[in-house]
């Protein structure tokens, strides 16, 4: 698995998770619940190379030190309107690496904007060495004796610390003996989009604490009554939302179609009927395919690969094809105009150029990432009911 480097030492080499047995459980898990999107007026415009370079941090791809320094000398950030996208999904951004979409979360009396990711593990927060949060974790009782995280991703940046338990409440479900990593000491590129940590939704063996790995949020209100499913609505041009404990019929068409997961690294991972196997990711942007998947879906386009912004780049007029991979009778259909990510500046002859929303991982991880750009016109489905796991997909509605 090419992905982030955890920088300890592990007391067991066998799989233990940690979570405090509820004292109450609350009646939005046992119902389930559904958290609609808010914007967020500090988003400050889409930007390619950096979204490219986010996801190349956090998959440890080699291009991340390239992608990053694309990300602050290519085109100049473009001011507009990020599709909002997850439960109380703000897009927000600061010239940097920029986070699109945040979340709301209460961590015992705090409020923090956390990016909400189905392409990791951990909860963390910034503390009070972590520069550039907008909002910093101050515990109430004494850290978990003996435990600690620590992280290094591919261009060498890194974040570490002591681990809390406390309550986390996500639209008024509250999930109680919650593992809480503080980031003591992160580097600025961690907290430079505008969040203060990250909520991980992928599964509990993904989690990077030791020498205990502790359960994802959601396994914890699994525990504590919430029904095993969540859903994520992840619109283009109106406030989406997530559904937890439960499948809103009224979010898509026709049916869902379902596909096995394969948990083993702790992703969404999954192997469509046609198109790359490939992993779920509320946390990343863009669509990364393999290298020839990228270069055939650009193929007759005129696009063509920069070298400065490291990403393929094409006419901003020209008329792109629709992506679609099928998962049994389902077709996800992509629309090519969605693949048109933002400006890129313009060639020599001064015609407006655009980044495509479908990038290359550069073959360096065997699966490709379905992020946001994807997401956006599907209804997902990540189910964990009936013994087994498994993702459904269909339509979104209208």
């Known amino acids: 698995m090419h992905s982030l480097t955890i920088v300890a030492i592990a007391a067991t ?9 509820p004292t109450k459980r609350s009646s939005s898990l046992e119902t389930g619940f559904t958290i609609n999107q808010v914007a967020n007026p500090n988003f400050s415009g889409r930007h390619g190379p950096s979204h490219y370079a986010k996801a190349a941090r956090k998959y440890g791809l080699e291009v991340s030190i390239k992608t990053t320094a ?15 996208g997850s439960i109380g999904a703000n897009p927000v951004g600061s010239g940097g690496v920029i986070v699109e979409y945040i979340c709301p979360v209460t961590i015992g009396s705090q409020e923090f904007q956390l990016d909400f990711d189905t392409g990791s593990s951990d909860l963390w927060v910034a503390g009070a060495g972590a520069a550039g949060a907008q909002e910093t974790y101050n515990p109430t009782s ?42 003591e000491i992160a580097d600025g590129t961690f907290f430079s989009g505008g969040s203060d940590g990250l909520l991980g939704l992928g599964f509990s063996n993904g989690n990077t604490i030791l020498p205990q790995h ?32 439960l499948v809103n019929n009224a979010s898509f068409t026709g ?64 008329t792109l094809p629709d992506f679609s991979i099928t998962i049994g009778s389902y077709k996800a259909t992509v629309p090519g105009s969605d693949i048109n990510f933002n400006p890129a500046g313009e060639d020599a002859n001064g015609n407006a150029l655009c980044f495509g929303a479908i990038q290359s991982n550069g073959d360096e991880i065997d699966f490709a990432i379905y992020g946001d750009a994807f997401l956006k016109s599907q209804y997902v489905v990540f189910d964990k009911r009936y013994g087994s796991e498994r993702l459904g997909f269909a339509a979104q509605a209208s």
Do not use: R
């Open 13 to 21: 080499s066998i799989f233990s998770f940690t979570s405090a047995a």
């Open 214 to 245: 502790a359960n994802t949020w959601f396994d914890n209100a699994i525990a504590q009554g919430l029904p095993a499913v969540f859903a994520a609505k992840l619109t283009a041009s109106s406030p989406g939302s997530y559904d937890f404990g």
């Open 255 to 318: 049916e869902l179609s379902y596909t096995d997961v394969d948990s083993s690294e702790g992703h969404w991972m999954f192997t469509p009927d046609e198109g790359e196997k490939g992993i779920v990711d509320t946390g990343t942007t863009l669509i990364l395919l393999s290298s020839g998947g990228t270069s055939d879906y650009y193929s007759g386009t005129g696009a063509t690969y920069d070298s400065e912004q490291q990403g393929y780049i094409f006419d901003c007029t020209t």
């Open 70 to 84: 694309a990300a602050v000398t290519g085109a100049a950030m473009v001011a507009g309107s990020i599709a909002p």
């Open 142 to 183: 004494s850290a978990l004796a003996g435990q600690s995280w620590s992280i290094q991703y591919g261009d060498g940046s890194t974040a570490s610390g002591d681990v809390y338990s406390d309550s986390v409440t996500i639209g008024g479900a509250a999930v109680t003996g919650q593992s809480v990593e503080l980031a």
